[in-house]
């Protein structure tokens, strides 16, 4: 523990998602400096000791108020293990922005967890999350680690908001059975712009849907229990009334983190150290879509995804799609890093509808449930933006609570983990904002 003189080490600080990191600690330390702990010690870490001063001394001039400390350099690589090693015995806490995951993730995780270093990421791999939480979590409860997935983007809105509204209906003394999510993208004139390591991604997370599902074979972890009637799962486009638009199947991460935290919980996972007199929370049923706002853009999201779903099943149709990003993705991805326009341009609207019961007691049988809450999730472009300011709260949420014993140990979920500190605080104070709206009667 001597050695452990990093509160936190940012990993892949020289990726365009390792960039921004970086640039929002140095934000932080300029506009927000109270969200960082006392005699905050930092580092970041990376293959190349030119390229990590580049990004430091860019941020110093962009930040030149900040007020936290100069980083330390580390230099880490996946392929050398005493170096992933080393940067575990230095640090308290790592931000690893290293993907893709499927392929670079675990040498991190493993040494964090063999070295008792805690862990935050910005994954949005559910086949390479599910594998870690199978394969060291007995090993991370017994060294007293905390190893944190998709701390981004993915899925800290879908699955602390769900959380949120667990919580709103304990709050009135009643029981929630069923909650819908829509994540509805707004972007401006420049266009909407996502980065190529994001696309690499789901190319190899298309191809990879078996491998998810072998896993979950084997996985021993219990089984949801469905509270009221069957949830209805809309599999094709379909016309919402309320919100005025289209939506489809909502294809990333989030539904996989919020079925796998509810299985958590329903485990004992999120159990922390510290007893709380706080109750788990309940099991929910849960379906998520995007919106689309155009039967224009609906067409064009099943021609595009029909060709990428295709494409995506063989190796020579994936390195044509990692070849070509923007003709497979209507120019959507790119090799091209996203503008600042473009970043200032984009924010993100996410609305939970919930149905659930006036009574702390379910109803026996199929008795459709006799209320509803609204929730709305805003905040910023989702990549480049949001996903680094959440991803350094959870980080400092996790160095922070932990200390008091609020933090469960092992491989888990953000609501898993989270449950029981102040994150949702947090978010909001970086302009991540939970909102209940109207009651629907």
């Keep these: 523990m001597s050695r452990r003189q990093y509160d936190i080490t940012i990993f892949g600080a020289t990726g365009?998602?390792?960039?921004h990191v970086v640039e929002q600690v140095y934000d932080l330390g300029t506009t927000q400096?109270?969200?960082?702990?006392?005699?905050?010690?930092?580092?970041?870490?990376g293959r190349n000791e030119s390229a990590l001063v580049h990004v430091v001394d860019h941020c110093k001039q962009k930040y030149p108020r900040s007020s936290v400390p100069e980083p330390a350099i580390i230099l880490a690589n996946v392929t050398r293990r005493d170096t992933m090693d080393d940067m575990a015995q230095q640090s308290?806490?790592?931000?690893?922005?290293?993907?893709?995951?499927?392929?670079?993730?675990?040498?991190?995780?493993?040494?964090?967890?063999?070295?008792?270093c805690d862990y935050v990421d910005?994954?949005?791999?559910?086949?390479?999350?599910?594998?870690?939480?199978?394969?060291?979590?007995?090993?991370?409860?017994?060294?007293?680690?905390?190893?944190?997935?998709?701390?981004?983007?993915?899925?800290?809105?879908?699955?602390?908001?769900?959380l949120f509204v667990k919580q709103l209906y304990a709050a009135r003394g009643w029981t929630p059975a069923q909650v819908e999510m829509f994540l509805r993208i707004h972007c401006g004139t420049q266009g909407l712009r996502g980065g190529y390591a994001t696309y690499e991604s789901a190319v190899h997370g298309f191809s990879a849907v078996h491998v998810l599902r072998e896993i979950r074979k084997v996985s021993g972890l219990p089984s949801l229990p469905r509270t009221g009637p069957r949830l209805k799962f809309h599999k094709g486009a379909t016309y919402d009334k309320e919100?005025?638009?289209?939506?489809?199947?909502?294809?990333?991460?989030?539904?996989?983190?919020?079925?796998?935290?509810?299985?958590?919980?329903?485990?004992?996972?999120?159990?922390?150290?510290?007893?709380?007199?706080?109750?788990?929370?309940?099991?929910?049923?849960?379906?998520?879509?995007?919106?689309?706002?155009?039967?224009?853009?609906?067409?064009?999201?099943?021609?595009?995804?029909?060709?990428?779903?295709?494409l995506a099943a063989s190796p020579w149709g994936r390195n044509m799609l990692l070849n070509h990003p923007e003709g497979f993705t209507h120019g959507v991805f790119s090799k091209t890093d996203p503008t600042e326009e473009q970043l200032r341009q984009t924010s993100f609207e996410m609305i939970l509808r919930s149905k659930g019961y006036e009574s702390a007691v379910v109803p026996s049988g199929e008795q459709p449930p006799?209320?509803?809450?609204?929730?709305?999730?805003?905040?910023?472009?989702?990549?480049?933006?949001?996903?680094?300011?959440?991803?350094?709260?959870?980080?400092?949420?996790?160095?922070k609570e932990k200390s008091h014993g609020k933090?469960?140990?092992?491989?888990?979920?953000p609501s898993v983990a989270f449950w029981n500190t102040d994150l949702l605080d947090r978010l909001q104070s970086v302009g991540i904002t939970f909102e209940e709206q109207q009651l629907v009667q």
């Design 16 to 19: 365009l998602t390792g960039r």
């Design 243 to 310: 919100l005025g638009m289209y939506h489809v199947p909502f294809m990333f991460a989030d539904p996989s983190v919020v079925r796998l935290s509810q299985q958590l919980f329903l485990a004992g996972a999120g159990e922390p150290p510290e007893k709380t007199t706080e109750p788990m929370p309940p099991t929910v049923q849960f379906a998520g879509y995007l919106l689309l706002p155009s039967l224009w853009i609906l067409i064009l999201y099943h021609i595009y995804g029909l060709i990428f779903s295709f």
């Design 92 to 116: 308290k806490t790592i931000i690893n922005a290293v993907g893709p995951f499927r392929f670079l993730g675990e040498y991190v995780v493993r040494s964090c967890v063999e070295q008792g």
């Design 33 to 45: 400096p109270s969200l960082l702990p006392s005699g905050f010690q930092w580092a970041v870490a």
């Design 407 to 413: 933090v469960p140990f092992g491989v888990m979920t």
């Design 370 to 399: 006799n209320t509803s809450l609204k929730v709305v999730i805003r905040g910023p472009e989702m990549g480049y933006v949001a996903t680094p300011r959440i991803v350094l709260q959870s980080a400092l949420a996790l160095l």
């Design 122 to 162: 910005v994954t949005g791999e559910p086949e390479f999350v599910e594998r870690m939480q199978r394969t060291y979590h007995d090993q991370a409860k017994r060294n007293k680690t905390t190893i944190v997935h998709c701390c981004g983007f993915d899925s800290v809105p879908s699955d602390m908001g769900v």
